[in-house]
């Protein structure tokens, strides 16, 4: 099926590790996104991509790097993990929103420990 | 600066009642898109509808409906009859004109619990 595709669902990982969420969609999608989800804080934006090869920071960006080298790609790095960083991470499509506003698709999140 | 605020962190109601979810964009656009998404307790999020702020117009699709008071840039999404499967976190997601940005800020959401 068309959709987001996010994988691990779930990861455990200990403080200084390093790990990549993987992000995949089918869509074609111009804009792509990573969003963190911690209670009572909604959901805050820490990466986005405008197409392949552009890439900016969003609201909560520290710790983490991206990369698009493909329209369908948007892994999301966690450089050196740290317990603030637990928290549900969610990957986001679209076409570019201004362009065509017809509301993210979205992957089914990963569950992310540092413990 | 442009603010996104639902001031409801949180709402009962009992099945069949009315209930509507507000949410205000602060802002000095005059023209901007808002979106609304629904997380139930599964956890995933799903797009419900993108209102425009140029159409003051009640939209109505079932048992939703949505108002957009444009003198207080208040959006209301109202769900008649609620049902226990209408409990989830709702989250408005204004967006700004492209000549801003193209990230749609998210309100911290409301939850919405529906007893039977």
């Known amino acids: 099926n068309a959709g987001v595709t996010q994988t691990p669902k779930f990861q455990v990982l200990k403080t200084g590790q390093s790990m990549t969420l993987q992000c995949a969609q089918d869509m074609n999608h111009e804009y792509m996104s990573w969003y963190r989800q911690d209670p009572g804080m909604g959901l805050r934006l820490i990466h986005y991509?405008?197409?392949?090869?552009?890439?900016d920071q969003g609201e909560v960006p520290n710790g983490y790097n991206v990369s698009r080298s493909t329209t369908e790609d948007f892994p999301l790095r966690l450089l050196s993990a740290a317990p603030s960083q637990t928290s549900v991470y969610f990957c986001?499509?679209?076409?570019?929103?201004?362009?065509?506003?017809?509301?993210?698709?979205f992957g089914s999140g990963t569950r992310l420990t540092v413990v | 600066a442009q603010k996104v605020t639902q001031a409801q962190t949180e709402i009962s109601v009992v099945e069949k009642e009315d209930v509507t979810l507000d949410c205000v964009y602060e802002?000095?656009?005059?023209?901007?898109?808002l979106f609304w998404y629904k997380q139930p307790p599964s956890g995933e999020l799903v797009f419900l509808i993108r209102?425009?702020?140029?159409?003051?117009q009640n939209e109505i699709s079932g048992r939703y409906s949505w108002n957009f008071q444009k003198s207080t840039s208040s959006f209301n999404f109202t769900i008649t009859a609620s049902q226990v499967v209408d409990s989830a976190v709702y989250f408005c997601?204004?967006?700004?004109?492209?000549?801003?940005?193209?990230?749609?800020?998210f309100g911290r959401g409301t939850s919405l619990i529906v007893h039977p």
């Open positions: 986001a499509s679209s076409y570019l929103p201004w362009d065509r506003p017809y509301g993210y698709t």
């Open positions: 991509s405008v197409g392949a090869g552009i890439t």
């Open positions: 997601a204004p967006l700004p004109p492209s000549g801003g940005s193209y990230i749609p800020t």
């Open positions: 802002t000095r656009d005059t023209t901007y898109y």
């Open positions: 209102r425009n702020s140029f159409d003051e």
